[in-house]
């Protein structure tokens, strides 16, 4: 059996290289972009959270984003929230935004119209995010909860497009405490009692 030469060792050993670098590549990115979907469940309960005075009481339907900018998450449901708004600001519904206390970051720009709540009463102790808060005519919590079950969030498996619907039909909707699985990070500071 001839013998290999130098120049097929090296050859060999370059693309062995090349495929153990893809191979770190493709771990690497796995790790970093890909996580593991937390079916856990969230207990969502609207009983503390009110508007600020300023947008409280009587007036168009207001829903109120909450979002941390650190949440992978977020990327599932911005697509979604941007297409609530093209659809439903038309119609008068007020779209508005409170980010996580203490946390850094910007929205995309498709989703420049939602105005910032600096201060909402009640939003400290929200179980987790991305949810979403949804008042009707009267100034009545409609709806707390997230947009919808499970992994992705999208118009097919939202609960804000009926709820939407259903204020703007006039027709009463009262569902404040809600129990969903899907992908949720915490809101709250974990306590160290």
Known sequence: MPRPSRKNLLVA????????????????????YLRTFDERAAVFSGAALQLPAALSGPGEIRLVHFWDPACPCNVGNQ??????????????VQFHVVQKPGSQGRLPAELVALQPIDEMPGSAELPASPAVAIWDRQGQLAYFGPYSEGLVCNSSNSFIEPILEALEAGRKVDASNTLAVGCFCEWAEASND
């Open 13 to 32: 050993l370059f693309v062995l290289a090349c495929l153990v670098g893809l191979l770190l590549a493709y771990r690497w990115f796995e790790t970093r």
């Open 79 to 92: 697509q979604h929230l941007a297409e609530l708004i093209e659809h439903y600001a038309p119609r008068g």
